[in-house]
């Protein structure tokens, strides 16, 4: 009796020591996620235009001594699609006319474009150097500051062509500012600065 007891606790034994081993499954950190590379989309859309407009009447400007009135505008572009090209006009009142000198009445008729009709080549001027663009259009007055009134009402257009479409825009043009000067830049840019004519 004694031998099976002790039989009996040595297979206890043996089969506890040979028994197979449960694994645990051990928990491993999650890896991070890689960094990933977030592209700036680029610009789309027609984008928008501001525009600092007046009319102006100055007798400070070159060739014959004469009194210029007409309208004048600064324009800035953003937020849209990259400009291939850009056109400005004026429509002017129909009592415009009737206040300039003979010999300019026809740029006071129709739809007027500045002198400066090169800033719509795209072969010449890129997407950014359209994007901000200055210029007047106007004609020689008969009487005066007492012309500027007719000027009220002046509509300026802008046409301009990205590279997704073509669109334009119309702005109303009411404010007489009076004296203004037409700046040159480096980059061949015109800036108008509605201050003292003799400073740019």
Known sequence: ????????????????????????????????ASPSVVATPAASGKGLWTAETGIYGTSFHWGPPSYICGVGYNFSY?????????????????AFAAHVTPSTVDRAIGWQHPASMQIN???IHDAAWLSRLGGTMGAVCQNGPSDLDSLRGTILK???????????????????????MACGGQDGRIRIVWADPRQC
Not at 78 to 94: K, Y
Not at 163 to 177: H, L
């Open 1 to 32: 009796m004694r031998a099976r007891v002790l039989l009996a606790l040595a297979v206890t034994a043996l089969a506890a020591c040979t028994a197979p081993h449960i694994a645990v499954p051990s928990v491993s950190p999650v890896p991070s």
């Open 78 to 94: 953003s937020g849209g699609a990259p400009l291939v090209s850009v056109d400005v006009s004026a429509f002017f009142p129909d």
């Open 121 to 123: 080549s795209p072969e």
């Open 158 to 180: 802008v046409n301009w062509e990205t590279i997704e479409g073509t669109y334009e825009r119309e702005f109303r043009v009411d404010e007489i500012r009076g004296e203004m």
